[in-house]
Nanobody, 122 residues
Framework: QVQLVESGGGLVQTGGSLRLSCVAS????????MGWYRQAPGKQRELVAT???????NYRDSVKGRFTISRDNAKNTVYLQIHSLKPEDTAVYYC????????WGAGFFNHWGQGTQVTVSS
């Protein structure tokens, strides 16, 4: 069983900063891409940023220059450093990871965390 647990969300003012963390635990053999998605009320879940096991990153245009994704492979952890928060960043932020469970062969499976709320006040 694999679990992803996010932390670090909260209520901040416009222009503030937050650091989200997500730890993957359980019977893990390897993790490929890790990422952050978000879902605002009434909207579809959208990609925020991803990071490959080798460190390559990808961001949605609206967060480039403000958000930084990083990971610690030894700790099975992915981070999202957020600066210059805007009210439109308000959403539940979800962690995602492509995990190869131990003893399950060569396949990677998609896992999601339960989400952490980020609220930006104007």
């Amino acid at each position: 069983q694999v679990q992803l647990v996010e932390s670090g969300g909260g209520l901040v003012q416009t222009g503030g900063s937050l650091r989200l963390s997500c730890v993957a635990s359980g019977s893990i053999d390897d993790i490929n891409v890790m990422g952050w998605y978000r879902q605002a009320p009434g909207k579809q879940r959208e990609l925020v940023a991803t990071i490959a096991s080798g460190g390559g990153t990808n961001y949605r245009d609206s967060v480039k220059g403000r958000f930084t994704i990083s990971r610690d492979n030894a700790k099975n952890t992915v981070y999202l450093q957020i600066h210059s928060l805007k009210p439109e960043d308000t959403a539940v932020y979800y962690c995602n990871a492509e995990v190869r469970p131990r003893g399950w062969g060569a396949g990677f499976f998609n896992h999601w965390g339960q989400g952490t709320q980020v609220t930006v006040s104007s």
